[in-house]
T-cell receptor, first 116, second 115 residues
């Protein structure tokens, strides 16, 4: 079974609107971390946001928030007030364990295009 | 802070030759570095975990004799693709884990094209 599932190959959003990118995960571990990364066409991976499995509140970083629903095993990324520069691939990822040296598994990604 | 560089950024080589890719943490020390491969329009796939001063741990299906990893110092790991073939053409990305952090920082990637 896939550990990270992103079901939206591509998404469009109007500039200044909010958009939700879906991510579900599969793990039997109690301790894990969830990440979202942005990959523009240049290829670099840009860290956006992190949610630990024991964090009770949803993580937020500026215009990014993570809608963490533990029982449903979902970790959707919400981008508010979309900007043209947000157009990129977005990857959800999971680390099984809370230690940095542990393996991170990535989803297949969602391509977001922001329309002027 | 937390900058990771990769060199070269792009490389084109002939089939059968070897290519070395460097991953450097510029402003921090990293006991652990990770090497990923990303085929076009696909996700990042972990190839191996590189630990300073010890042998790398390879993921299932990754040939250790083909993808040689050396992590000789706390700021440098190298990936050598030996006897490269066209199917090795891909985007190779490294990440480095600072000694004092649980967050890995990614390099800008190296695009390898094997003719």
């Amino acid at each position: 079974a896939q550990k990270i599932t992103q079901t939206q190959p591509g998404m469009f959003v109007q500039e200044k609107e909010a958009v939700t990118l879906d991510c579900t995960y599969d793990t039997s571990d109690q301790s894990y971390g969830l990440f979202w990364y942005k990959q523009p066409s240049s290829g670099e991976m840009i860290f956006l946001i992190y949610q630990g499995s024991y964090d009770e509140q949803n993580a937020t970083e500026g215009r990014y928030s993570l809608n963490f629903q533990k029982a449903r095993k979902s970790a959707n990324l919400v981008i508010s007030a979309s900007q043209l520069g947000d157009s990129a691939m977005y990857f959800c990822a999971m680390r099984e364990g809370l230690e940095g040296y542990q393996k991170v598994t990535f989803g297949i990604g969602t391509k977001l295009q922001v329309i002027p | 802070g937390a900058v990771v560089s990769q060199h070269p950024s792009r490389v084109i080589c002939k089939s059968g030759t070897s290519v070395k890719i460097e991953c450097r943490s510029l402003d921090f020390q990293a006991t652990t570095m990770f090497w990923y491969r990303q085929f076009p329009k696909q996700s990042l796939m972990l190839m191996a975990t590189s630990n300073e001063g010890s042998k790398a741990t390879y993921e299932q299906g990754v040939e250790k004799d083909k993808f040689l990893i050396n992590h000789a110092s706390l700021t440098l790991s190298t990936l050598t693709v030996t006897s490269a073939h066209p199917e090795d053409s891909s985007f190779y990305i490294c990440s480095a884990l600072p000694i004092t952090s649980d967050e890995q920082f990614f390099g800008p990637g190296t695009r390898l094209t094997v003719l």
